[in-house]
């Protein structure tokens, strides 16, 4: 019997899938379900179980949220390791390992922000070396970070409620297709062109800390400036209706024609575009000049919240979204070119750290799915301004008092001339009306 949450290794796996796809001729064998409503089986169904398996173990109450310090963040960090190891992977941390150790600054006694205060922790970092002959320079880093909010905490949506915050779709969801994508790319090295470089970061939720950690200083051997893409995957657990959400499709001319095609074969209906910036550690490598894509199935109800479980995740859509990103990632060691990037002004975040108000939305980085111009909210925070407001998710701000609203650098630009106790008015479009509300901005915490 298989000790709870630990992979199979590479040969199972591998030889399942073969097998599945052998008698299938296809990934997409479908039956139905004893209430009628269709249920991938086969080759999805076998990686969707492990899939299931290695989110549970990760966003478990023993896990203790995974926040930074935290006994549970150690051990999902070790388990990690051990998945790397077993599907095959070689160390490409410090010394040998697989570990990237790096420090995170916390607050002192009585929450002095000046004391020098640090917790350690590390990056598991994984390399799959080229099969072919006539390989390519350069490496592709795929991505995800496995740290969570721990027991809450002023990043959490119920910032007033200590409790354990499992993390499951944020990003238990990721790190196990990071894990899927591993497994797939390990059963067709033969295939790849490139060296890939697997990478579950830790200390995103704190500010990118493990993936700008890494970016200053890489280990393994790798060099940031032969690095050709970054691929990221957070929140990837919630598909519904076939729809994923692929940011940075803008950080190179080539994406869009890369990937759509690919979209398409594994029946996704994907919305491309969008800069490298953005809240998750593909902006870690934008901002070194690195193209990103970063795979999304949006944000929900759980999101930063005590109930983001494991029991709401769409196991299956997760597989599907790996088996996409293997794809994209196989495609991009065979480009014999390297990727034109497409440089962005100066990144949103900077702006938002610059300014002093607070609205408290959370914006979708993706845009309208109808491509209509304004800034898409995809939640607002409990308690807000924007809440106090009438703001919702969902709604699409097209205008704040004088300024027009086209997309997420004007939304930021608003927001970081504002100042708190500042009235403005807001126009937005929600179920084709436009509205007008009017907002008080609070002050940064």
Known sequence: MRAPGRSWRPAGITALILVAHWLLGTTDAFAQRADGSEQITGAVGVAAKQYQADVSWLASDERQGRGVGSDG??????WLERQ?????????GENGTYRHVFSVPVAGPHGDPHGNYRWYAFNVVGML????????PGE??????YDHLGYGGEESLEPDLREIHNGADDNASGTAALLEVARVLVSRQEELRRDVVF???????????GSRAFVRAPSGGVDIEAVMAMVNMDMVGRLTDDRLQVLGGDSAEEWKEMVEPLCESHG????????????S???????????????????HEQYHKSSDDAKYIHAEGGVRVAWLVSDVVTKLTAHEDDLTLVKSAEPPQQRRMAGRARLGTIPDYAGDPDGRPGQLLSAVRPGSPAEQAGLQRGDLIVQIDDAEVRDINDFMEVLSAAEPGQR???IVIRDGERLQLEVTYGARE
């Open 73 to 78: 963040l150690a051990a999902a960090g070790a």
């Open 84 to 92: 790397f190891e077993d599907i095959g992977l070689e160390p490409a």
């Open 129 to 136: 070396a080229a099969g072919t002959e006539d390989r390519l």
């Open 140 to 145: 592709v880093v795929v991505g995800a970070h």
């Open 199 to 209: 990478i579950a970061f830790s200390a995103e939720e704190g500010g990118l800390i």
């Open 268 to 279: 996704m209906d994907c919305v491309i575009g969008g800069d490298g910036f953005g809240s």
């Open 281 to 299: 550690d593909q902006s870690a490598f934008f901002e070194v000049d690195i193209p990103v894509l970063h795979f999304f199935t949006g944000v």
């Open 424 to 426: 403005a008015t807001v």
